[in-house]
């Protein structure tokens, strides 16, 4: 991407923007910015790839510092994924470096659609779940008023039933579990998952430019069964750490444009601190969403500027 002295500033305000949805959905921002990279600046796949890796790091680190202070990231779990990332990123980028422009954009539209569709099955779920709980604080309510009544006076017993926990709150609450101090040791299990998750993202960050948070948060959510908020920070602490050694494979192949990159960072950073503040605010449901959207516009972006060409 060219960028003109005047314009310097478009650069760092889209940074900024990036950063939110980075610290906020717990994505390094690399999806959007491999979009905009193609879209508005025509730079070469593997280019956009490379630079929007670059920009993922310093991305990470901000909204990684801020998701601590806040208690809303499991770091142990993300430095786990991330080294299973670190193994794999190298080699995704490899494949890139042999694979046509057509090929590296399609297969990241694919995978970042996907992972679309699986945020827009959770935000149904915790719609749905939300209902049930409004029910159950409504048949609470009942009883108690009955049960107030019938301590008065000899009124007809309460019939309303009460109904039990979900399994999938019982599910969500367990999960929680795994980043209590009281519970640092996680099963054979969570290990082995976290592990093929870092290594699926890892993968995928190499090859598509990305900091694999799109592919992160929809398994740990699915597979880990971790809150959207929690998921969100600990997937940029992986990112952290899967990314550099993909970027320093892409610096040694001259695929960086380093200006573009640095400009990119210099919003990024402090929007990231920004977005990981928001997500103690947004409800899981709209946050869900967000990352949804995010997701589906970065995959039709990129399909629409590959029939363009």
């Not at 510092?65 to 994924?81: D, I, P, Q, W």
């Not at 694979?99 to 995978?111: G, K, N």
């Not at 399994?167 to 969500?172: G, K, M, R, S, V």
């Not at 998750?197 to 900091?211: F, K, T």
Request: hydrophobic share 55%.
């Amino acid at each position: 991407m060219e960028v003109a002295v005047d314009m310097w500033y478009l650069n760092i305000l889209f940074g900024f923007f990036v950063g939110i949805a980075s610290g906020l959905l717990g994505i390094g921002g690399g999806g959007l910015l491999v979009t905009l990279l193609r879209v508005a600046g025509g730079m070469p796949a593997i280019e956009c790839t490379a630079t929007a890796l670059f920009t993922v790091i310093p991305t990470s680190v901000s909204g990684v510092v801020t998701h601590a202070r806040h208690k809303t990231s499991c770091v142990s779990l993300g430095v786990l994924m991330g080294c299973g990332g670190a193994c794999s990123a190298p080699v995704g980028v490899l494949l890139a470096t042999h694979s046509p422009d057509w090929f590296i954009m399609t297969t990241a539209a694919l995978v970042i659609g996907l992972s679309a569709v699986k945020m827009f099955q959770k935000a149904a779920v915790l719609s749905r779940e939300r209902k049930r709980a409004e029910r159950l604080d409504a048949s609470q309510g009942t009883n108690a008023a009955c049960v107030g009544a019938a301590a008065g006076a000899d009124a007809s017993p309460c019939t309303a039933p009460i109904p039990h926990a979900s399994p999938i709150d019982e599910h969500a609450s367990s999960a929680a579990l795994h980043c209590r101090p009281q519970h640092r040791r996680f099963s054979v299990r969570t290990v082995v998952i976290a592990l093929a998750i870092g290594l699926i993202a890892g993968l995928a960050s190499g090859y598509v430019g990305v900091g694999g948070g799109f592919v992160m948060v929809p398994l740990m959510i699915a597979f880990l069964n971790i809150k959207p908020s929690l998921a969100s920070g600990t997937s940029l602490v992986a990112v952290m750490i899967l990314a550099v050694p993909g970027v320093i494979t892409q610096f040694v192949l001259g695929n960086v444009n380093v200006l573009v990159g640095v400009l990119l960072a210099l919003g990024s950073i402090p929007g990231a601190v920004v977005g990981a503040r928001l997500v103690t605010i947004l409800p899981e449901r709209m946050i869900s969403l967000l990352f949804g959207i995010f997701l589906l516009l970065s995959a039709v972006g990129l399909v629409v500027r590959e029939l363009l060409v």
